[in-house]
Nanobody, 129 residues
């Protein structure tokens, strides 16, 4: 199972970035995928997660309304569109995967809160003026 996050960079507050998580080595369509982040001195947190079919998404807390997760099963890639970025969004962003076909919102919430089984290397996002 391989996941590779890309698309990070430095932007000013209010700006946008689109992260991509390219995957290989597993049946992508059978896995829920999530984006997580860790800022210096802070706990890892779930940013947005999407079910295997793409039919369910979960975007908690401060990300809601600003971040949109999507997946392209043909390209085996998950995207995170981040708009109206704030300095507190600065962190290393990781994508992760867990094998589940469940469309349960509660289960997706669980995975997005507690983490998934497979992790990729992160991409740095820095928001500052």
């Amino acid at each position: 199972v391989q996941l590779q996050a890309s698309g990070g960079g430095s932007v000013q507050p209010g700006g946008s970035l689109r992260l991509a998580c390219a995957t290989s080595g597993f049946p992508f369509e059978n896995y829920a995928i999530g984006w997580f982040r860790r800022a210096p001195g802070k706990e890892r947190e779930g940013v947005s997660c999407i079910s295997a079919s793409g039919g369910k998404t979960y975007t908690p807390g401060s990300s809601k309304g600003r971040f949109t997760i999507s997946r392209d099963n043909a390209e085996k890639t998950v995207y995170l569109q981040m708009n109206t970025l704030r300095p507190e969004d600065s962190a290393i962003y990781y994508c992760a995967a867990v094998r589940t076909l469940s469309e349960s919102a509660e289960l997706l919430n669980y995975y997005c809160s507690w983490g998934m089984d497979y992790w990729g290397k992160g991409t740095q996002v820095t928001v500052s003026s």
